[in-house]
Protein backbone atom coordinates (compact mmCIF):
# COMPACT_ATOMS: atom_id res chain seq x y z
CA UNK A 1 0.00 0.00 0.00
CA UNK A 2 1.45 3.44 -1.10
CA UNK A 3 0.19 6.58 0.66
CA UNK A 4 -0.33 10.30 0.18
CA UNK A 5 -0.32 12.56 2.73
CA UNK A 6 -0.14 16.71 2.69
CA UNK A 7 3.17 17.92 4.62
CA UNK A 8 1.75 21.29 5.36
CA UNK A 9 -1.55 22.56 6.83
CA UNK A 10 -3.82 20.81 4.41
CA UNK A 11 -5.18 22.18 0.88
CA UNK A 12 -1.72 20.85 -1.06
CA UNK A 13 -3.23 19.38 -4.11
CA UNK A 14 -4.14 15.81 -2.94
CA UNK A 15 -7.61 15.61 -4.62
CA UNK A 16 -5.70 16.49 -8.00
CA UNK A 17 -2.75 14.25 -7.64
CA UNK A 18 -4.65 11.27 -5.95
CA UNK A 19 -7.29 11.31 -9.24
CA UNK A 20 -3.49 11.62 -11.65
CA UNK A 21 -2.05 8.26 -10.21
CA UNK A 22 -5.34 6.94 -9.43
CA UNK A 23 -5.10 4.56 -13.21
CA UNK A 24 -1.89 3.42 -10.87
CA UNK A 25 -3.77 1.58 -8.26
CA UNK A 26 -6.79 -0.83 -8.30
CA UNK A 27 -8.44 0.94 -4.71
CA UNK A 28 -8.57 4.48 -2.72
CA UNK A 29 -9.09 4.44 0.31
CA UNK A 30 -9.48 7.21 2.90
CA UNK A 31 -7.92 6.61 6.72
CA UNK A 32 -8.83 9.93 8.52
CA UNK A 33 -10.80 13.30 8.91
CA UNK A 34 -13.87 13.61 7.12
CA UNK A 35 -16.29 16.52 5.91
CA UNK A 36 -13.54 18.94 6.97
CA UNK A 37 -11.58 17.69 4.17
CA UNK A 38 -11.98 19.58 0.59
CA UNK A 39 -10.42 17.73 -2.12
CA UNK A 40 -10.57 18.66 -6.12
CA UNK A 41 -10.24 17.51 -9.13
CA UNK A 42 -10.23 18.97 -12.27
CA UNK A 43 -10.66 17.33 -15.51
CA UNK A 44 -12.64 17.84 -18.99
CA UNK A 45 -13.31 21.24 -17.76
CA UNK A 46 -15.32 20.75 -14.55
CA UNK A 47 -14.44 21.01 -11.41
CA UNK A 48 -15.26 18.45 -8.67
CA UNK A 49 -15.16 18.94 -4.85
CA UNK A 50 -15.23 15.75 -2.87
CA UNK A 51 -15.21 16.15 1.04
CA UNK A 52 -15.61 12.30 2.09
CA UNK A 53 -15.98 10.34 -0.91
CA UNK A 54 -12.08 9.51 -2.06
CA UNK A 55 -10.75 10.69 -4.81
CA UNK A 56 -10.50 7.53 -7.20
CA UNK A 57 -14.28 7.41 -7.95
CA UNK A 58 -14.20 9.34 -10.96
CA UNK A 59 -12.19 6.73 -12.56
CA UNK A 60 -14.25 3.63 -13.76
CA UNK A 61 -12.31 0.88 -12.30
CA UNK A 62 -10.86 1.58 -9.23
CA UNK A 63 -12.76 1.07 -5.62
CA UNK A 64 -13.35 3.13 -3.08
CA UNK A 65 -12.60 2.93 0.37
CA UNK A 66 -13.85 4.85 3.63
CA UNK A 67 -12.03 3.57 6.52
CA UNK A 68 -12.64 2.92 9.83
CA UNK A 69 -10.37 5.87 11.03
CA UNK A 70 -12.39 8.32 9.15
CA UNK A 71 -15.37 10.23 10.76
CA UNK A 72 -18.47 10.11 8.43
CA UNK A 73 -21.70 12.85 7.77
CA UNK A 74 -24.30 10.62 6.32
CA UNK A 75 -25.81 13.81 5.64
CA UNK A 76 -22.95 15.16 3.49
CA UNK A 77 -22.19 11.63 2.18
CA UNK A 78 -25.51 11.55 0.63
CA UNK A 79 -25.31 15.21 -0.67
CA UNK A 80 -22.25 14.18 -2.24
CA UNK A 81 -23.44 11.11 -3.93
CA UNK A 82 -26.62 12.71 -5.46
CA UNK A 83 -24.47 15.77 -6.59
CA UNK A 84 -22.89 13.27 -8.74
CA UNK A 85 -25.97 11.69 -9.90
CA UNK A 86 -25.12 13.27 -13.51
CA UNK A 87 -21.99 11.88 -14.23
CA UNK A 88 -23.28 8.31 -13.92
CA UNK A 89 -20.51 7.13 -11.73
CA UNK A 90 -21.21 3.05 -10.17
CA UNK A 91 -21.63 4.04 -6.64
CA UNK A 92 -22.66 0.32 -5.72
CA UNK A 93 -20.28 -1.35 -7.63
CA UNK A 94 -16.93 1.48 -6.34
CA UNK A 95 -17.67 2.69 -3.02
CA UNK A 96 -17.37 1.07 0.16
CA UNK A 97 -17.72 2.00 3.74
CA UNK A 98 -16.24 0.86 6.98
CA UNK A 99 -19.03 -0.70 9.39
CA UNK A 100 -16.00 0.79 12.21
CA UNK A 101 -16.06 4.31 10.81
CA UNK A 102 -17.05 6.52 13.19
CA UNK A 103 -20.69 8.79 12.88
CA UNK A 104 -21.24 12.22 13.14
CA UNK A 105 -24.49 12.63 14.46
CA UNK A 106 -26.03 16.75 14.27
CA UNK A 107 -25.43 17.80 17.90
CA UNK A 108 -21.34 16.78 17.03
CA UNK A 109 -21.58 19.96 15.58
CA UNK A 110 -23.63 22.12 17.36
CA UNK A 111 -20.71 20.93 20.48
CA UNK A 112 -18.09 22.00 17.43
CA UNK A 113 -19.65 25.51 17.63
CA UNK A 114 -20.03 25.84 21.08
CA UNK A 115 -16.47 24.48 21.97
CA UNK A 116 -15.86 27.79 19.30
CA UNK A 117 -17.58 30.03 20.42
CA UNK A 118 -16.69 29.58 24.07
CA UNK A 119 -12.72 29.87 23.24
CA UNK A 120 -13.42 33.68 21.88
CA UNK A 121 -10.24 34.70 20.07
CA UNK A 122 -8.37 31.40 21.13
CA UNK A 123 -10.70 29.84 18.82
CA UNK A 124 -8.90 26.80 16.54
CA UNK A 125 -10.67 27.75 13.49
CA UNK A 126 -12.38 24.42 13.17
CA UNK A 127 -14.62 24.28 9.62
CA UNK A 128 -17.58 23.24 12.37
CA UNK A 129 -18.20 20.14 10.46
CA UNK A 130 -18.30 18.52 14.49
CA UNK A 131 -14.87 16.57 13.36
CA UNK A 132 -13.81 17.60 16.86
CA UNK A 133 -16.48 16.41 19.11
CA UNK A 134 -16.79 13.26 17.55
CA UNK A 135 -13.04 12.17 17.77
CA UNK A 136 -14.00 12.31 21.21
CA UNK A 137 -16.72 10.53 21.54
CA UNK A 138 -14.57 7.77 19.60
CA UNK A 139 -11.97 8.08 22.08
CA UNK A 140 -14.13 8.14 24.93
CA UNK A 141 -15.89 5.02 24.21
CA UNK A 142 -19.26 6.33 23.36
CA UNK A 143 -19.93 7.16 19.77
CA UNK A 144 -21.88 5.68 17.20
CA UNK A 145 -20.25 3.67 14.19
CA UNK A 146 -21.49 3.02 10.40
CA UNK A 147 -22.00 -0.82 11.50
CA UNK A 148 -25.01 0.80 14.51
CA UNK A 149 -27.32 2.09 11.68
CA UNK A 150 -27.79 -1.85 11.14
CA UNK A 151 -29.02 -2.38 14.57
CA UNK A 152 -32.20 -2.30 16.18
CA UNK A 153 -31.34 -0.45 19.00
CA UNK A 154 -29.78 2.40 16.44
CA UNK A 155 -32.41 4.82 17.81
CA UNK A 156 -31.89 4.05 21.72
CA UNK A 157 -28.28 4.59 21.32
CA UNK A 158 -28.41 7.57 19.11
CA UNK A 159 -30.94 9.15 21.90
CA UNK A 160 -28.68 8.23 24.88
CA UNK A 161 -25.81 10.03 23.14
CA UNK A 162 -27.86 12.89 22.46
CA UNK A 163 -28.59 13.10 25.58
CA UNK A 164 -24.99 13.55 26.98
CA UNK A 165 -24.64 16.17 24.15
CA UNK A 166 -27.93 17.72 25.54
CA UNK A 167 -26.06 18.36 29.02
CA UNK A 168 -22.95 19.51 27.51
CA UNK A 169 -24.67 22.17 25.19
CA UNK A 170 -27.11 23.59 28.04
CA UNK A 171 -23.96 23.97 30.11
CA UNK A 172 -22.73 26.52 27.63
CA UNK A 173 -26.19 27.58 26.89
CA UNK A 174 -26.41 26.61 23.34
CA UNK A 175 -29.34 27.39 21.41
CA UNK A 176 -31.11 23.88 20.14
CA UNK A 177 -33.48 25.82 17.81
CA UNK A 178 -32.21 24.62 14.68
CA UNK A 179 -31.75 20.66 16.33
CA UNK A 180 -35.01 19.28 15.03
CA UNK A 181 -34.22 20.22 11.23
CA UNK A 182 -30.70 18.58 11.64
CA UNK A 183 -32.15 15.14 12.97
CA UNK A 184 -34.80 15.14 10.34
CA UNK A 185 -32.01 15.69 7.91
CA UNK A 186 -29.98 13.09 9.43
CA UNK A 187 -32.42 10.57 9.62
CA UNK A 188 -33.41 10.81 6.40
CA UNK A 189 -29.71 9.93 5.30
CA UNK A 190 -29.19 7.53 7.32
CA UNK A 191 -31.76 5.62 5.77
CA UNK A 192 -30.09 6.02 2.19
CA UNK A 193 -27.21 5.16 3.76
CA UNK A 194 -28.26 1.83 4.66
CA UNK A 195 -27.93 1.38 0.85
CA UNK A 196 -24.61 1.54 0.83
CA UNK A 197 -21.73 -1.13 0.84
CA UNK A 198 -20.61 -1.38 4.36
CA UNK A 199 -18.00 -3.74 5.10
CA UNK A 200 -15.19 -4.84 7.34
CA UNK A 201 -12.68 -2.73 5.15
CA UNK A 202 -10.07 -4.08 7.12
CA UNK A 203 -10.67 -7.20 5.42
CA UNK A 204 -11.62 -5.69 2.01
CA UNK A 205 -8.43 -3.53 1.79
CA UNK A 206 -6.14 -6.68 3.35
CA UNK A 207 -7.96 -9.18 0.60
CA UNK A 208 -7.00 -6.66 -1.71
CA UNK A 209 -3.26 -6.50 -0.80
CA UNK A 210 -2.65 -10.27 -0.85
CA UNK A 211 -4.82 -10.61 -4.22
CA UNK A 212 -1.71 -8.72 -5.20
CA UNK A 213 -3.88 -5.53 -6.26
CA UNK A 214 -2.17 -2.24 -5.81
CA UNK A 215 -3.90 0.40 -2.95
CA UNK A 216 -3.44 3.87 -2.25
CA UNK A 217 -4.36 5.66 0.92
CA UNK A 218 -5.41 9.22 0.59
CA UNK A 219 -4.90 11.64 3.12
CA UNK A 220 -6.76 14.31 4.33
CA UNK A 221 -5.12 17.57 5.84
CA UNK A 222 -1.54 17.55 6.79
CA UNK A 223 1.14 16.88 8.36
CA UNK A 224 1.08 20.05 10.34
CA UNK A 225 -2.58 19.47 11.59
CA UNK A 226 -1.80 16.25 12.84
CA UNK A 227 -3.35 15.61 16.60
CA UNK A 228 0.20 14.42 17.69
CA UNK A 229 2.52 16.66 15.51
CA UNK A 230 0.99 19.48 14.61
CA UNK A 231 0.79 23.47 15.80
CA UNK A 232 -1.11 22.00 19.21
CA UNK A 233 -3.57 23.01 19.76
CA UNK A 234 -4.82 24.53 16.21
CA UNK A 235 -4.39 21.47 14.80
CA UNK A 236 -7.51 18.54 13.76
CA UNK A 237 -8.79 15.11 16.21
CA UNK A 238 -6.73 12.44 13.61
CA UNK A 239 -3.18 11.58 13.12
CA UNK A 240 -3.19 13.05 9.35
CA UNK A 241 0.76 11.38 8.87
CA UNK A 242 1.64 8.21 7.64
CA UNK A 243 1.21 6.15 10.68
CA UNK A 244 -2.68 6.79 10.41
CA UNK A 245 -2.73 4.97 7.12
CA UNK A 246 -2.30 2.36 9.51
CA UNK A 247 -4.67 2.47 12.27
CA UNK A 248 -7.31 4.15 9.85
CA UNK A 249 -7.08 1.01 7.96
CA UNK A 250 -5.97 -2.29 9.59
CA UNK A 251 -2.87 -2.67 7.83
CA UNK A 252 0.08 -3.15 9.27
CA UNK A 253 3.35 -0.95 9.07
CA UNK A 254 5.21 -3.76 7.31
CA UNK A 255 2.81 -3.71 4.11
CA UNK A 256 3.66 0.46 3.45
CA UNK A 257 5.45 1.13 -0.15
CA UNK A 258 6.22 4.41 -1.24
CA UNK A 259 5.12 7.71 1.11
CA UNK A 260 4.32 10.57 -1.44
CA UNK A 261 4.55 13.52 0.31
CA UNK A 262 2.99 16.50 -1.64
CA UNK A 263 3.46 20.36 -0.72
CA UNK A 264 2.66 23.65 -2.43
CA UNK A 265 5.64 25.60 -3.63
CA UNK A 266 4.77 28.21 -1.09
CA UNK A 267 2.55 27.59 2.22
CA UNK A 268 -1.05 28.17 3.07
CA UNK A 269 -3.26 27.89 5.89
CA UNK A 270 -6.79 28.41 7.09
CA UNK A 271 -8.04 28.72 10.57
CA UNK A 272 -6.03 29.78 13.37
CA UNK A 273 -2.48 29.09 14.97
CA UNK A 274 1.20 29.37 13.91
CA UNK A 275 2.40 30.20 10.73
CA UNK A 276 5.87 32.13 10.15
CA UNK A 277 6.67 32.47 7.02
CA UNK A 278 2.96 33.95 6.70
CA UNK A 279 2.64 37.12 4.78
CA UNK A 280 0.33 40.06 6.02
CA UNK A 281 1.27 42.25 2.53
CA UNK A 282 0.52 42.68 -0.75
CA UNK A 283 3.06 39.90 -1.69
CA UNK A 284 0.50 37.79 0.36
CA UNK A 285 -2.33 39.28 -1.31
CA UNK A 286 -0.77 38.50 -4.46
CA UNK A 287 -0.22 35.23 -3.85
CA UNK A 288 -3.70 34.36 -2.47
CA UNK A 289 -4.96 35.70 -5.37
CA UNK A 290 -2.89 34.19 -8.06
CA UNK A 291 -3.61 30.73 -5.95
CA UNK A 292 -7.02 31.41 -5.46
CA UNK A 293 -6.78 30.28 -2.22
CA UNK A 294 -10.18 30.16 -0.27
CA UNK A 295 -11.21 27.43 1.15
CA UNK A 296 -12.62 24.18 -0.72
CA UNK A 297 -14.75 23.25 2.33
CA UNK A 298 -15.77 26.75 4.33
CA UNK A 299 -14.76 29.55 1.56
CA UNK A 300 -12.70 30.78 4.19
CA UNK A 301 -9.68 32.72 2.21
CA UNK A 302 -6.53 31.24 3.27
CA UNK A 303 -3.40 32.23 4.91
CA UNK A 304 -0.24 32.66 2.69
CA UNK A 305 3.43 32.71 3.00
CA UNK A 306 6.77 31.68 1.64
CA UNK A 307 7.86 27.85 1.80
CA UNK A 308 9.08 27.07 5.05
CA UNK A 309 11.97 24.43 4.65
CA UNK A 310 11.95 23.17 8.82
CA UNK A 311 8.58 22.71 8.87
CA UNK A 312 8.82 20.51 5.77
CA UNK A 313 11.56 18.73 6.80
CA UNK A 314 9.80 17.62 9.75
CA UNK A 315 6.61 16.22 7.99
CA UNK A 316 9.35 14.29 6.20
CA UNK A 317 10.96 12.95 8.74
CA UNK A 318 7.62 12.07 10.59
CA UNK A 319 5.98 10.56 7.69
CA UNK A 320 9.00 8.55 5.95
CA UNK A 321 8.66 10.39 2.54
CA UNK A 322 9.76 8.60 -0.03
CA UNK A 323 8.79 11.23 -3.12
CA UNK A 324 8.02 14.51 -3.32
CA UNK A 325 5.62 16.05 -5.28
CA UNK A 326 5.52 19.78 -5.72
CA UNK A 327 2.38 21.59 -6.34
CA UNK A 328 0.79 24.75 -7.92
CA UNK A 329 4.72 25.88 -9.21
CA UNK A 330 2.31 28.01 -11.44
CA UNK A 331 1.13 30.48 -8.84
CA UNK A 332 4.63 31.95 -8.34
CA UNK A 333 5.25 32.95 -12.21
CA UNK A 334 4.17 36.07 -10.75
CA UNK A 335 7.22 36.65 -8.39
CA UNK A 336 10.32 38.45 -9.41
CA UNK A 337 12.30 36.65 -6.39
CA UNK A 338 11.47 33.98 -4.39
CA UNK A 339 12.13 33.45 -0.69
CA UNK A 340 12.74 30.47 1.30
CA UNK A 341 12.42 29.71 5.01
CA UNK A 342 15.65 27.63 5.68
CA UNK A 343 16.00 28.13 9.49
CA UNK A 344 14.06 30.32 12.29
CA UNK A 345 16.20 32.80 14.20
CA UNK A 346 14.80 32.21 18.20
CA UNK A 347 14.69 35.67 20.29
CA UNK A 348 18.44 34.83 21.65
CA UNK A 349 19.80 35.37 17.62
CA UNK A 350 20.39 31.69 17.12
CA UNK A 351 19.48 29.32 14.56
CA UNK A 352 17.44 26.34 14.44
CA UNK A 353 15.87 24.01 11.56
CA UNK A 354 13.68 22.28 14.02
CA UNK A 355 10.38 22.44 14.81
CA UNK A 356 10.56 22.08 18.43
CA UNK A 357 7.45 21.85 21.08
CA UNK A 358 8.85 25.96 22.40
CA UNK A 359 8.30 26.97 19.07
CA UNK A 360 5.51 29.17 17.92
CA UNK A 361 5.16 32.75 15.74
CA UNK A 362 6.18 35.10 18.74
CA UNK A 363 9.45 33.90 19.18
CA UNK A 364 10.78 32.58 16.10
CA UNK A 365 11.50 35.17 12.88
CA UNK A 366 11.91 33.06 9.28
CA UNK A 367 15.33 33.19 8.25
CA UNK A 368 15.08 33.60 4.01
CA UNK A 369 17.25 32.96 1.19
CA UNK A 370 16.08 34.55 -1.34
CA UNK A 371 16.42 33.05 -4.86
CA UNK A 372 15.68 34.79 -8.30
CA UNK A 373 11.55 33.85 -9.70
CA UNK A 374 10.84 32.74 -13.65
CA UNK A 375 8.71 35.38 -14.05
CA UNK A 376 7.14 33.54 -16.81
CA UNK A 377 4.40 31.57 -17.43
CA UNK A 378 4.39 28.13 -17.60
CA UNK A 379 0.96 27.16 -19.48
CA UNK A 380 2.52 25.83 -22.75
CA UNK A 381 5.56 23.74 -20.32
CA UNK A 382 4.82 20.02 -21.35
CA UNK A 383 8.02 18.58 -19.78
CA UNK A 384 10.81 18.75 -17.32
CA UNK A 385 13.38 19.91 -20.07
CA UNK A 386 10.78 22.93 -20.79
CA UNK A 387 11.25 24.09 -17.49
CA UNK A 388 12.24 27.74 -16.87
CA UNK A 389 16.20 27.42 -15.56
CA UNK A 390 14.87 29.62 -12.18
CA UNK A 391 12.49 26.83 -11.72
CA UNK A 392 14.62 24.02 -12.43
CA UNK A 393 17.02 25.35 -9.72
CA UNK A 394 14.45 25.96 -7.32
CA UNK A 395 13.16 22.24 -7.68
CA UNK A 396 17.09 21.61 -7.21
CA UNK A 397 17.65 23.73 -4.21
CA UNK A 398 14.51 22.01 -2.19
CA UNK A 399 15.54 18.48 -3.37
CA UNK A 400 19.02 19.37 -2.26
CA UNK A 401 17.48 21.17 1.18
CA UNK A 402 15.01 18.26 1.74
CA UNK A 403 16.66 15.07 0.60
CA UNK A 404 14.29 13.98 -1.07
CA UNK A 405 13.26 13.61 -4.95
CA UNK A 406 10.78 15.61 -6.33
CA UNK A 407 9.32 13.64 -8.92
CA UNK A 408 6.07 15.58 -9.82
CA UNK A 409 5.84 19.20 -10.18
CA UNK A 410 2.60 20.53 -10.84
CA UNK A 411 1.43 23.90 -12.94
CA UNK A 412 -2.15 24.10 -13.42
CA UNK A 413 -5.34 22.53 -11.57
CA UNK A 414 -6.10 20.27 -14.35
CA UNK A 415 -5.05 16.31 -14.35
CA UNK A 416 -3.22 17.39 -17.78
CA UNK A 417 -1.35 20.48 -15.88
CA UNK A 418 1.59 17.40 -14.02
CA UNK A 419 4.71 17.13 -14.85
CA UNK A 420 6.80 13.91 -13.92
CA UNK A 421 10.08 13.60 -13.51
P1 LIG B 1 -6.52 19.27 -1.14
O1 LIG B 1 -7.39 19.51 0.03
O2 LIG B 1 -5.12 18.94 -0.75
O3 LIG B 1 -7.08 18.26 -2.11
O4 LIG B 1 -6.43 20.66 -1.92
P2 LIG B 1 -7.66 21.65 -2.25
O5 LIG B 1 -8.47 21.05 -3.32
O6 LIG B 1 -8.36 22.04 -1.00
O7 LIG B 1 -6.89 22.92 -2.72
C1 LIG B 1 -6.01 22.90 -3.79
C2 LIG B 1 -6.49 23.92 -4.84
O8 LIG B 1 -5.45 24.18 -5.75
C3 LIG B 1 -7.66 23.43 -5.66
O9 LIG B 1 -8.46 24.52 -5.99
C4 LIG B 1 -6.99 22.84 -6.89
O10 LIG B 1 -7.82 22.86 -8.04
C5 LIG B 1 -5.84 23.79 -7.07
N1 LIG B 1 -4.63 23.23 -7.68
C6 LIG B 1 -4.09 21.99 -7.52
N2 LIG B 1 -2.90 21.91 -8.15
C7 LIG B 1 -2.68 23.13 -8.71
C8 LIG B 1 -1.62 23.69 -9.46
O11 LIG B 1 -0.60 23.06 -9.74
N3 LIG B 1 -1.75 25.00 -9.84
C9 LIG B 1 -2.84 25.74 -9.54
N4 LIG B 1 -2.88 27.00 -9.94
N5 LIG B 1 -3.86 25.25 -8.82
C10 LIG B 1 -3.78 23.96 -8.40
P1 LIG C 1 -7.93 19.10 3.32
O1 LIG C 1 -8.06 17.60 3.39
C1 LIG C 1 -7.01 22.81 5.41
C2 LIG C 1 -8.15 23.06 9.63
C3 LIG C 1 -9.25 24.01 9.99
C4 LIG C 1 -8.85 24.37 11.40
C5 LIG C 1 -8.28 23.06 11.94
C6 LIG C 1 -9.28 22.23 12.72
O2 LIG C 1 -8.85 19.73 2.36
O3 LIG C 1 -6.50 19.49 3.15
P2 LIG C 1 -11.44 20.82 12.17
O4 LIG C 1 -12.65 21.14 11.35
O5 LIG C 1 -10.68 19.64 11.69
O6 LIG C 1 -11.74 20.76 13.62
O7 LIG C 1 -10.48 22.09 11.98
O8 LIG C 1 -7.87 22.33 10.81
N1 LIG C 1 -8.51 22.08 8.58
C7 LIG C 1 -8.06 22.14 7.32
N2 LIG C 1 -7.29 23.06 6.70
N3 LIG C 1 -7.40 21.71 4.75
C8 LIG C 1 -8.15 20.76 5.36
O9 LIG C 1 -8.45 19.59 4.77
C9 LIG C 1 -8.54 20.97 6.69
N4 LIG C 1 -9.28 20.27 7.58
C10 LIG C 1 -9.24 20.96 8.72
O10 LIG C 1 -9.26 25.14 9.14
O11 LIG C 1 -7.80 25.30 11.38
MG1 LIG D 1 -8.68 21.00 0.77
Not at 54 to 60: A, M, Q, V
Not at 132 to 144: E, F, H, M, N, S
Not at 198 to 209: F, G, I, K, P, T
Request: glycine letters at 10%; proline letters at 5%; aromatic letters at 10%.
Amino acid sequence: MDILLGLQWGDEGKGKVVDVLAPQYDVVARFQGGPNAGHTLEFDGIKHVLHQIPSGIFRENILNIIGNGVVLDPVILKKEIEGLHKFNIAFKKNLFVSKKATIIIPTHKLLDAAYEKSKGDKKIGSTLKGIGPTYQDKIGRVALRVGDILAEDFQEKYEALVEKHKTILSFYEFDLAQLPELEQAFFEAVEFFRTLNLVDSEYEVNDHLNAGRKVLAEGAQGSLLDIDFGSYPFVTSSNTMAAGACTGLGVAPSKIGEVYGIFKAYCTRVGSGPFPTELFDNTGEAMRKEGNEFGSTTGRPRRCGWIDLPALKYSIMINGVTQLFMMKADVLNIFEKINICTHYELPDGSRVDRLTYELNTDNVKPVYKTVPGWHTSLSEVASYEQFPKELKDYVKLLEDELEVPIKMVSVGPDRKQTIMR
